[in-house]
């Protein structure tokens, strides 16, 4: 099995943005860049019809080159369990009740067997507390945690 990526929008966001005045934004839109150009020949690209749905929003420029990157990747399907999964993750307090979509994510993920799932919501994904209480909730399923992680930490992880 090849080692799979998940998008989430604010990664594809990134790739796709005009640079940030925002410094950390910025810096987190070249680290996108620098994963995008050297690491993804390694991974097979994923991301789900939710992805899509919410790169579709927006500016209509921004949109369709979001929507055209998108295209490349393989579209994984939201399932009856994963649904089960985001519900139970939000029941048990993995995510609050307002990042159903994220819960969506992240349960698409874990039941199409994704390695990693890709982010800079670090509020909400990227974040060890919640990974935490996610583990648990796979764990009730019988299914294995994807790693949810920023483009900076996965070259990192890379050797």
Known sequence: MSTTVYFDTTV????????????????????????????????????????????????????RRRLE????MKQVPITDTALAIAEDLIKEGALP?????????????????????LTWNCQHLANPQMQKKTAEVCAAHGLTPTTICTPKQLMELTP
């Not at 307002?98 to 994510?105: F, G, I």
Request: aromatic share 8%.
């Open 69 to 72: 990157l998108l295209q490349t």
């Open 97 to 117: 009740a307002k990042a159903e979509d994220d819960a969506v994510h992240i349960a698409t993920a874990i039941v199409n067997q994704i390695t990693y799932l």
């Open 12 to 63: 594809v966001s990134y790739l796709t943005a005009k640079r940030s005045r925002n410094l950390q934004i910025a810096e987190q839109q070249q680290m996108t860049h620098d994963w995008w150009n050297v690491q993804r020949i390694n991974y097979e690209l994923c991301c789900s019809q939710l992805t899509r749905e919410e790169a579709a929003l927006g500016d209509p420029d921004y949109a």
